[in-house]
């Protein structure tokens, strides 16, 4: 007979196994929107706690501590975690908000299940994952690789001697390795000549001396992050992290690592200096006690990483090294790169050497178009518009410590196509107003860039050749004159410019300031049809040009302002491109017949110059059709009054000098307006009267100035002029300077002032300068007092009827920049009249007796 097995349960022991597990899983649907809240709630807590020990992490990183492996592995589990949980939240069953009956009814039960349990142990797991993160120890001491004694190659004949030579003859091998005072060692020589083997000795010698010791083999095509990552790999940082670094912060984590730690890196073989910041290597000194041992084949390279005491080699090398340092005008960078090439030159010939290369042509010398120029560049490749690169270019033509008036080069670079000039001279000329800049400096450094930029980075040397205030007495020799695109020999001392060059491409010529030079040779001229720019001003020898000038036709822009020029030459009147013409200061210069031929011409200036301004030149002018501006100096001539009644050549005017004129009875009148006179000049004029005729403006109720752009006005020696009302008239004004007139009683004269409807007129708005000197009969500046919201300095010598200055309390300057007054006389400044006690304290002070 079978046997038989006997199962008795109770009925409420299995009702209550069957209802619990009902409950379990009736809640995976019943909770599963309170779970879903939780898991969000508990996997942002989890979140924002492995955020703060990431950076808890980053921390000791960066004081060189290494993160513990259970770590690694509890941050690598948390992003497992919530990649899963952003899937379960990506998951969520259709219908998941239909729910009745206790969530028994849903059409969707099965899937609701299982993705009710998902959610309920997700939930579990993150839990339990937030309660373990709780680490009190993240990180431990790294452990750099042990050194390694590597063997040494036994019976090679001779080398204990050549090992002796490599050591000071009073020290020991051991005992010079470990001195203080070296911090770095160079060794090198040709290969095979024992260079590895004591870099191996050395190796072998650390070996049990407490150093963190690491070698480095640089291959030839080693570079700085290659032995970054090898020696990275020795401190055993290389890692996941480590790969997502860059290079500084990598460099970071190598200093925060060894700044602390005595250690000797060992550098085999290099072929170029190493820069140990730029890896991140603590530099070696006496404190730290580190050393940097290597080997090169090259003694220049072990020159510039170790470096010598130089500055006492030679009693001129002082010198030297200070004309080499104001080279670099304060620049770290260049002051850096080119005293580190310097600290190994030990004879006078090398410095003499570096000071020609850094004068001629600085990008020859050494570091310089590896280290400095290319960083320099960066920020003229940041500069938006190509004009404004073109200008730096256009500046460096210029020698070193050159001032660069701004008014110069705009006209060049108008007149070589840079800024456009289509739109009027004055207007191109303005495009920078509103900086007021009146002359630039160009930093030594970065006029290098801009010559090294211009000749194609070095490739094209002859396409600008820059040799000014070098002292030359010929033009320099060149290879190929036909790749010359600009040339710049001013300042020098070129007597003669003689030959036929052929410059087929050049457009820049400036030989401005040769003193010497007296002559130009017929032919000079010959092969340069692409000239727009001569500029031979300040060559007061320079007394002709040849005729062949008339060879330069793309010729747009002449100065020869401040030469011995007598006349124009025939061929001049070939130059029918010609744009811009600079004749001022050329005393001998009688006559400008044939100018009329210069259709084209746009800018004319003759101020200075002893050009007689008779009827027939006027015509000549008033043929001129595209004539901008005009400068001048007039007196007595018969075609005076045929000029100033000429709308056009006055419209034109921008400085005007007037010498010598006698009118005493009827003055001088302009008889229209002058809107582009900016200086006007009276000098020995017999003159009662400066007339102007004024436009009334019923709009405004006043009148019109008739000088808009006035700023300059100087009066010398019109000893019958009385007064200068006309003055309010020029609202521009900033300097008026006037001496040496015996009846000038008024600069403004209440009297002729009150003829006109001037009562809206506030004068010298923008004055900034006020000089009065041998004026014995003045009495009056003005009436009242003014505002005088820009000036700066007011100069009253021999002036003994002045008893009141225009100024009250509130005129002038305040702050640093207080109007200052300067006087001769004590008897005058004690005799002045103040407004009042408050106009006194604020003014006395700051008068100043010259």
């Not at 400096?441 to 002859?462: N, P, T």
């Amino acid at each position: 007979m079978g046997s038989c097995i006997s199962l008795s349960l109770s009925c409420d022991q299995c009702t209550n196994q069957v209802f619990q597990w009902l409950c379990i899983r009736r809640g995976y649907i019943h909770n599963l929107k309170e779970n879903l809240k939780a898991l969000e709630t508990t996997m942002e807590e989890l979140q924002a706690n492995r955020d703060d020990l990431s950076k808890r992490v980053e921390r000791e990183e960066g004081k060189g501590l290494k993160r513990l492996s259970q770590i690694q592995v509890w941050l690598t589990r948390v992003d497992t975690i919530k990649t899963q949980v952003n899937a379960i939240f990506g998951a969520i069953p259709v219908g998941s908000q239909r729910l009745s009956l206790c969530g028994f009814c849903s059409k969707n039960l099965k899937s609701r299940y299982r993705y009710g349990k998902r959610v309920f142990l997700m939930l579990k797991e993150v839990e339990n994952l937030n309660s373990g993160g709780d680490f009190e120890v993240i990180a431990e001491q790294a452990q750099a690789s042990e050194v390694e004694e590597r063997p040494i190659q036994p019976g090679i004949v001779g080398r204990d001697t050549m090992l002796k030579k490599a050591w000071p003859k009073n020290l020991s091998q051991w005992d010079y390795l470990i001195d203080d005072c070296v911090c770095i060692m160079g060794l090198h020589g040709m290969g095979g000549v024992g260079k590895t083997t004591l870099l191996t000795q050395i190796n072998n010698k650390f070996r049990h001396d407490g150093y963190v010791c690491f070698d480095i083999v640089a291959f030839k095509d080693s570079h700085t992050q290659k032995i970054q990552e090898e020696i990275a790999n020795k401190l055993g940082m290389v890692g996941a992290d480590w790969n997502k670094k860059d290079k500084n912060q990598k460099a970071s984590d190598i200093h925060n690592f060894l700044k602390w730690k005595t250690f000797v890196l060992l550098l085999e073989d290099i072929w170029e200096k190493v820069n140990l910041s730029e890896i991140g290597i603590p530099f070696p000194n006496t404190e730290n006690g580190c050393k940097v041992i290597f080997t090169t084949r090259s003694q220049e390279v072990c020159r510039r990483m170790v470096g010598e005491v130089t500055l006492q080699s030679h009693l001129d090398i002082p010198y030297l090294a200070n004309m080499i340092a104001r080279k670099c005008y304060g620049l770290p960078l260049a002051l850096n790169v080119i005293g580190e090439t310097m600290s190994c030159k030990r004879t006078i010939q090398e410095w003499q050497h570096a000071v020609n290369v850094l004068t001629s042509y600085a990008a020859e010398f050494s570091g310089m178009e590896d280290e400095i120029l290319p960083i320099l560049k960066y920020s003229y490749d940041n500069l938006k518009d190509e004009k404004v690169k073109l200008c730096l270019q256009y500046c460096s033509l210029f020698p070193e410590d050159e001032r660069i008036y701004k008014d110069e080069l705009v006209n060049y670079l108008i007149f070589e196509g840079v800024i456009d000039g289509d739109q009027g001279i004055e207007k191109a000329e303005n495009q920078d107003e509103r900086r007021a800049l009146y002359q630039v400096y160009m930093h030594d450094v970065v006029r290098e860039m801009a010559l090294w930029i211009a000749s194609d980075f070095g490739k094209q040397k002859d396409n600008f050749i820059v040799r000014g205030r070098a002292g030359l007495c010929e033009t320099p020799k060149v290879k190929n004159w036909n790749v010359v695109r600009r040339m710049s020999l001013m300042s020098n001392k070129i007597a003669d410019l003689s030959g036929i060059p052929e410059c087929l491409h050049l457009t820049t010529l400036l030989m401005q300031k040769n003193e010497a030079l007296s002559n130009i040779s017929n032919g000079f001229f010959r092969f340069m049809s692409k000239l727009v720019v001569l500029d031979l001003s300040y060559n007061r020898n320079l007394s002709e040009l040849p005729a062949q000038i008339s060879d330069l036709v793309s010729l747009q822009y002449l100065n020869m302002s401040k030469t011995n020029i007598e006349c124009l030459p025939l061929g001049f009147r070939e130059l029918k491109k010609l744009r811009y013409l600079n004749l001022e200061f050329t005393w001998n210069l009688s006559s400008i017949v044939g100018i009329s031929s210069l259709l084209d011409l746009k800018v004319l200036r003759l101020r200075g110059s002893g050009v007689s301004l008779d009827v027939s030149t006027v015509e000549e002018l008033q043929v001129l059709e595209q004539l901008e501006i005009l400068t001048l100096g007039i007196g007595y001539d018969s075609g005076l009054v045929q000029f100033l009644s000429s709308h056009r050549l006055i419209s034109c005017i921008r400085d005007l000098e007037i010498s010598g004129l006698q009118l005493e009875s009827s003055g001088i009148s302009f008889s229209t307006t002058m809107n582009n006179l900016q200086y006007l000049e009276f000098l020995g004029c017999t003159i009662s009267e400066i007339k102007i005729d004024l436009t009334y403006s019923p709009l405004r109720n006043l009148m019109s100035p008739c000088f808009l752009s006035l700023s300059h006005v100087y009066v010398q020696g019109c000893k019958i002029l009385r007064e200068l009302t006309w003055l309010m008239f020029a609202p521009s004004l900033t300097y008026i300077d006037v001496e040496f007139s015996e009846q000038l009683e008024y600069i403004i004269s209440k009297e002729k002032a009150s003829v006109g409807e001037t009562s809206g007129i506030v004068p010298f708005l923008k004055l900034k300068f006020l000089r009065l000197s041998n004026v014995p009969e003045l009495k009056n500046i003005y009436w009242s007092s003014l505002p005088f919201p820009c000036l700066k300095t007011i100069i009253a010598t021999g002036c003994p009827n002045l008893k009141r200055l225009p100024l009250n309390s509130k005129s002038g300057l305040e702050g640093e920049k207080e109007l200052i007054i300067r006087y001769r006389e004590k008897e005058w400044i004690e005799g002045v009249e103040w407004e009042d006690e408050a106009t006194k304290t604020r003014f006395l002070p700051s008068c100043v007796k010259v």
